[in-house]
């Protein structure tokens, strides 16, 4: 079984997740310690009890994800008692990523954790555009009705008539971003093209647009401050769909994914191409777990979230 490890990015964020990893693994612990003591606040406190409203914000939500997916990955490891064989890939969800990031070895934890706080806090300083969910319409109708919407805007400025597909996430669920007027236009345009569903977003801004380019610009700045090394898993990028493994691509991907689409179709076809037959979710809730189900229906898939998922895999791993 040729596995690749995912990591789910922002939305997946539930109040509770990891409280059972913290205190029953020691190494899911010491991720949680570490993270609450770079970041100087209790980053753990706020995973386990909330508010809510505050763990859903971008700037928290964003290394609370990269801390609980760590978290499940190095409980594994203790689990298991021995390294695990590393997987022929690994990818993640837009700020799933740079979870994949560290367990490929191109971030340390310390460092992934102070870069994401920093990618949250870019991105929530953006409040233009919006973003809504089209379920049912294909690909190549859904660009259609961006281009048409961006031209028939012609006469307002430009961030008025952006308008992108921002996330290729399934065949039968596509995102688009963009500024507020176009979104409204396109979701209307895309109901009348034959979508089923046309979803708005509760989120702050229009993430994975060109209207993100000063978060973008800030993270060209953060990406400096950190060290980056090369990949010991090849990493499967957001922005092209193809297996990264160099330091400098590493630099550019986390740049240029800010402000292009997500897209996450083409990478699990490229894992599957690739002869991945099994994908592991390593974290909270089972997002990635069902966008693959639609994606590549002949793969096997595991979604590892809480301590007893950690024990059951390790168990049935060592009995193969």
């Not at 009890?49 to 505050?54: A, D």
Request: hydrophobic share 45%; with cysteine; glycine share 6%.
């Amino acid at each position: 079984m040729t596995q690749a490890w995912i990591f789910p990015g922002q939305g997946s964020q539930i109040v509770g997740m990891g409280r059972d990893l913290y205190d029953q693994s020691p190494a899911a612990r010491a991720v949680f310690d570490e993270a609450d003591d770079v970041l100087g606040f209790a980053l753990s406190r706020l995973c386990f009890e909330g508010p809510e409203n505050v763990l859903m914000a971008t700037e928290n939500a964003q290394p609370a994800l990269l801390t609980m997916s760590t978290a499940v990955l190095r409980s594994l490891e203790e689990a298991r008692g021995m390294a695990l064989p590393p997987p022929a890939a690994v990818a993640g969800h837009s700020l799933g990523e740079y979870s994949a990031l560290v367990a490929g070895g191109a971030l340390d934890f310390a460092d992934a954790v102070r870069l994401v706080r920093q990618r949250g806090e870019l991105m929530a300083q953006a409040r233009d555009g919006s973003m809504a969910a089209v379920i049912g319409l294909p690909e190549d109708d859904l660009d259609q009705v961006c281009r048409e919407v961006s031209a028939s805007l012609a006469d307002h400025p430009e961030p008025v008539r952006t308008i992108v597909v921002a996330n290729y996430n399934a065949p039968d669920q596509l995102v688009i971003s963009g500024s507020t007027l176009a979104v409204e236009q396109a979701s209307i345009l895309a109901k009348i093209r034959g979508a089923k569903r046309v979803l708005p977003l509760r989120v702050s801004a229009a993430f994975h647009s060109p209207l993100m380019r000063h978060a973008a610009d800030g993270m060209a700045w953060a990406i400096r401050s950190v060290g980056v090394r090369d990949l010991r898993i090849p990493l499967i990028a957001n922005v092209t769909a193809e297996p990264l493994l160099k330091a400098d691509e590493v630099r550019y991907e986390a740049v240029a994914q800010v402000v292009a689409p997500v897209r996450w179709i083409a990478s699990v076809q490229r894992m599957v191409q690739d002869g991945v037959s099994a994908f592991l979710e390593l974290g909270p809730g089972k997002a990635l777990t069902g966008l693959v189900r639609r994606i590549a229906p002949n793969t096997r898939l595991i979604n590892l979230s809480t301590s007893d998922d950690v024990r059951a895999f390790a168990l049935d791993r060592e009995s193969d």
